[in-house]
Antibody, heavy 119, light 107 residues
Framework: EVQLMESGGGLVQPGGSLRLSCAASGFTFSSYWMSWVRQAPGKGLEWVASIKEDGGEKYYVDSVKGRLTISRDNAENSLFLQVSILRAEDTAVYYC????????????WGRGTMVTVSS | DIQMTQSPSTLSASVGDRVTITCRASQSISIWLAWYQQKPGKAPNLLIYKASSLENGVPSRFSGSGSGTEFTLTISSLQPDDFATYYCQQYNSYSRTFGQGTRVEIK
């Protein structure tokens, strides 16, 4: 079964940092672009970052540039998001998503991991 | 960045109704548009890709159309399982963007 499972969320103080992980299974992870998408409580979806199959290209939404870093380990079938200098507005469910070959639409999603930034 | 605008923000409808949601892009995105359904507490689910291609396993009452800057998602006969929030999303550029969402409510 094709599956993505996020972990690493939690409660963190403003200015703090976290590393989110996404474990992939059921498909050839190294053949797909991957992304992180977040959703603040009661709000819509916001694309955050994408990374190419080999990690050689990375793209970020302007609002997080310099504070979030996407990376991957194809040997471990894992995707990561390092989030630093966290702000209250970073509070959200963070989803890991696979991009269809192309790269195309987000065709597989994880269940998400909640990040809460609060003192 | 490409901005995506959906209308309406909320839609009240009854079971059996034909429902149409519109999505407009701030510049041409050709056919590089997807539609997702999201239910409370769940991850989004891909319904339509390349503007009009139905994802495997999605009921045929869902359809998509459009190109360039104007797109629509149509549900031909609304079913109880379809009450949810729907998002459009462009993938013409590496910087993906979503519409703000359309919540479909029971009338």
């Amino acid at each position: 079964e094709v599956q993505l499972m996020e972990s690493g969320g939690g409660l963190v103080q403003p200015g703090g940092s976290l590393r989110l992980s996404c474990a992939a299974s059921g498909f050839t992870f190294s053949s797909y672009w991957m992304s992180w998408v977040r959703q603040a409580p009661g709000k819509g979806l916001e694309w955050v970052a994408s990374i190419k199959e080999d990690g050689g290209e990375k793209y970020y939404v302007d609002s997080v540039k310099g504070r979030l870093t996407i990376s991957r380990d194809n040997a471990e079938n894992s995707l990561f998001l390092q989030v630093s200098i966290l702000r209250a507005e970073d509070t959200a469910v963070y989803y890991c998503a696979r991009l269809r070959v192309g790269p195309g639409a987000f065709d597989i999603w994880g269940r998400g991991t909640m990040v809460t930034v609060s003192s | 960045d490409i901005q995506m605008t959906q209308s309406p923000s909320t839609l009240s409808a009854s079971v059996g109704d034909r429902v149409t949601i519109t999505c407009r892009a701030s510049q041409s995105i050709s056919i590089w548009l997807a539609w997702y359904q999201q239910k409370p507490g769940k991850a989004p689910n891909l319904l339509i890709y390349k503007a009009s291609s139905l994802e495997n396993g999605v009921p045929s009452r869902f359809s998509g159309s459009g190109s360039g800057t104007e797109f629509t998602l149509t549900i031909s006969s609304l079913q109880p399982d379809d009450f949810a929030t729907y998002y459009c999303q462009q993938y013409n550029s590496y910087s993906r963007t979503f519409g703000q969402g359309t919540r479909v409510e029971i009338k």
